[in-house]
């Protein structure tokens, strides 16, 4: 929902309007229309956004398509994470089997990521 207020907020300051504007048009009061903007507000309706775009004279695609946008950044950001954590994972793996001649035996790789999560 921040990324939605945030794309409200910034098409609202490029048309230079004052959210008190905004919020009598689409029939809110002025703090309710300041939570939608600063994300305070966890959920909102198509129609009420489809109210906020019409006051702003804008698309309604052009809300939702930036939260989209960020969505794919957030998800993008998450499958690198999760790429790096394996690479780990599998770098471990290699020092763990390397060890094993030492007498440290691991049973699988199910319990090195185990003793991983126990240590973070």
């Known amino acids: 929902m921040q ?7 910034e098409l609202r300051i490029s048309k230079q309007l004052k959210q008190k504007a905004i919020a009598d ?10 939570n939608i903007e600063s994300g305070k507000t966890e959920s909102i309706t198509l129609q009420r956004l489809e109210q906020i775009a019409v006051a702003l004279k804008v698309d309604i695609a052009e809300i939702i398509n930036a939260s989209n946008q960020n969505l794919d950044n957030n998800v993008n ?12 994972l599998q ?14 035996k691991i049973k699988s790789l199910k319990s090195v990521f185990q003793a991983k999560i126990i240590i973070i």
């Open 91 to 104: 770098t471990a793996t290699e020092l763990i089997i390397n060890l094993r001649g030492g007498g440290v």
């Open 25 to 34: 048009a689409v029939g809110l009061s002025h703090t309710a229309y300041s």
């Open 3 to 9: 990324d939605i207020g945030k794309k409200i907020k």
């Open 77 to 88: 950001a998450l499958i690198n994470e999760l790429q790096q954590t394996k690479a780990q």
